[in-house]
C-alpha cells in the first residue's frame, strides 16, 4: 500500500491551494483519512480527518478556510485550502487507516511522504 501525495507549492497570502493523496496498492476498505502538518521547528499536528465521506474534524486554527473531500472510487483525499496564512507553511502529510485484502479485519495506518507548501508573499 502506497499513499502518494501532490499538490503543494509556493503560494502567496490569502490564495488558494488544493492537495490530492491517493492511496493505492492491495486496499480492502479505508475507515477514515486525513491530512497532518509539521511546520518548522514544531511537531505534527492534525489538520483534518475524514470518515466515511464526512469530515469529522478540522484544527481550530483552519477551520472554516480548508475543507477535506474524498473520492471513494479512487481512494483519494482532497484538501482545499483557501485564504492561506505564512502560518500555514508546513509540510503536509496525508494519512489512512485502511484494510488489505491480505487481512481485510486488520486497520492499520499507512502515511504519504509529505508535500510542502509554502505561503509567502
Known amino acids: 500500500v502506497q499513499l502518494q501525495a501532490s499538490g503543494g507549492g509556493l503560494v502567496q497570502p490569502g490564495g488558494s491551494l488544493r492537495l490530492s493523496c491517493a492511496a493505492s496498492?492491495?486496499?480492502?476498505?479505508?475507515?477514515?483519512m486525513g491530512w497532518y502538518r509539521r511546520a518548522p521547528g514544531k511537531q505534527r499536528d492534525l489538520v483534518a480527518t475524514?470518515?466515511?465521506?464526512?469530515?469529522?474534524n478540522y484544527a481550530d486554527s483552519v477551520k472554516g478556510r480548508f475543507t477535506i473531500s474524498v473520492d471513494a472510487a479512487k481512494n483519494t483525499v482532497y484538501l482545499q485550502m483557501n485564504t492561506v496564512k505564512p502560518e500555514d507553511t508546513a509540510v503536509y502529510y496525508c494519512?489512512?487507516?485502511?484494510?488489505?485484502?491480505?487481512?481485510?479485519?486488520?486497520?492499520?495506518?499507512?502515511w504519504g511522504q509529505g508535500t510542502l507548501v509554502t505561503v509567502s508573499s
Open positions: 496498492g492491495s486496499i480492502f476498505k479505508i475507515d477514515a
Open positions: 494519512n489512512a487507516l485502511l484494510r488489505t485484502y491480505s487481512e481485510p479485519a486488520r486497520r492499520d495506518y499507512y
Open positions: 475524514i470518515i466515511n465521506g464526512i469530515p469529522t
